[in-house]
């Protein structure tokens, strides 16, 4: 067992700054990042006889790493020749220092995000609330059915992969295929037409009966999405919309690993206590460095035939949602039979529907256009004139005139 006590020194100490960069290669095992950069080693000190001491603030005084982490440091540090002994000053992180630590951690992991079958171009929009029963799945559907009527290809992630009910509101039930792309396997999503386009859809809905209990815990949850992701042969996609679970868990963190480019639409309704539990979502959104690009109401009142409001459900949260978290309200959708009876059938009501709540869907797939626009394709389109083709045929051109020969 490593004591941390090592030869005489036969050069002299390392300097602060060599062991400070030794110790940017010990990992927390459970944040993910070094050390350093977490703003755990408040302190190194080196004296003239080869003892090494580091001060280690913990995240919480009995983090269970500690051994791992201390044994870490001694491998990294008593290698060093001019190294006698090393010492620890263990301390524990004040709250702010812990909250810091924890945000160097996100985005470190966001900087790392693994790869995904996800196109560059495509503009991934996950659709979230704070809790259950604000009619996320619905909107969810009725924003893809609105994008693809417009002639673009979107995809359908449902990520709420134990109330799933995409499958439902889009009336497809056939289960997933798979076949062999570029010599692996991979999901072929299911395809609708609608209108001019396209949408490709996904949920663990299509793999178990509608009535069956998916009883996963956490880490396989985050893990079926991250095989959505990776294993499924996605088109080349205008937009991704992800359907999430409501509350702020393991889906949501995966997520934010696994796709960083991802904006954050929140769903609430008028209540003042629904939207503040939506605030919760748009303040994990925030901590994870994901944009929170909009906010929509919906329950948003009921009119009756003769055309007045009713506010069943209260009046004002979208509004005061959106000014908390300082992003646009999209809309408000109205109560509607018809919306709902378009979910049940399994036709969304933006499509065919004449009432207030399909104009107030068809306003928010405009006006989400306008706030993430797609980003076009270059499939068939002439390049020769872009900037980067330019640059390269110039620095071809000038490559060129320096291999040829001098007279």
Request: hydrophobic share 45%.
């Amino acid at each position: 067992m490593n004591d941390g006590s090592v030869a005489p020194p036969a050069l002299d100490p390392p300097s602060v700054e060599v062991v400070t960069d030794a110790l940017r290669t010990v990992i927390d095992p459970e944040l993910g990042s070094d050390v350093v950069s977490l703003g755990m080693i408040p302190s190194v000190d080196v004296s003239d006889d080869g003892v090494v001491t580091v001060g280690v603030k913990l995240t919480i005084g009995g983090c269970p790493m500690r051994a791992e982490i201390k044994r870490s440091i001694e491998e990294r540090i008593s290698v060093h020749p001019g190294v006698t002994s090393v010492k620890i000053d263990w301390g524990e992180m004040t709250p702010q220092e812990r909250t810091a630590a924890m945000s160097t951690a996100r985005w470190n992991a966001r900087e790392r995000a693994p790869e995904t079958a996800i196109g560059e171009r495509c503009r991934v929009v996950a659709i979230a609330s704070g809790k259950g029963g604000v009619g996320k799945s619905s909107v969810t559907v009725n924003l893809a059915a609105g994008l693809a009527a417009s002639g673009l290809t979107v995809g359908v992630l449902d990520a709420d992969i134990w109330g799933f009910s995409v499958p439902r509101l889009l009336g497809v039930d056939q289960p997933l295929s798979a076949a062999e792309v570029n010599g692996r396997p991979q999901i072929t999503p299911n395809r609708l037409t609608v209108g001019k386009g396209v949408i490709e859809v996904v949920s663990t809905g299509f793999l178990v009966e509608e009535s069956t209990a998916l009883m996963w815990r956490g880490l396989m949850l985050t893990k079926a999405v991250e095989q959505f992701l990776r294993d499924v042969a996605w088109g080349d996609l205008d937009y991704l919309l992800i359907d999430m679970p409501p509350g702020t868990g393991d889906v949501q963190m995966g997520l934010a690993r696994l796709l960083p480019r991802t904006s954050l639409v929140v769903v609430t309704t008028p209540a003042l206590a629904a939207q503040r539990v939506a605030q919760r979502a748009a303040d994990m959104a925030q901590r994870s460095f994901l944009p929170v690009i909009g906010v929509i109401e919906n329950m948003a009142g009921f009119v009756c035939r003769h055309g007045e409001l009713h506010e069943v459900f209260g009046s004002g949260g979208g509004a005061a949602l959106a000014a908390a978290v300082g992003a646009p309200l999209l809309g408000s959708v109205p109560i509607e039979a018809d919306l709902a009876a378009g979910g049940d059938a399994g036709r969304p009501v933006i499509l065919e529907g004449e009432g207030p709540a399909a104009a107030a869907l068809r306003s928010i797939v405009d006006r989400l256009i306008e706030v993430v626009p797609v980003t076009p394709s270059t499939d068939g389109i002439d390049m020769a004139g872009c900037s980067a083709r330019l640059l390269a045929a110039v620095e071809s051109a000038l490559a060129d005139a320096d291999a040829e020969p001098t007279a």
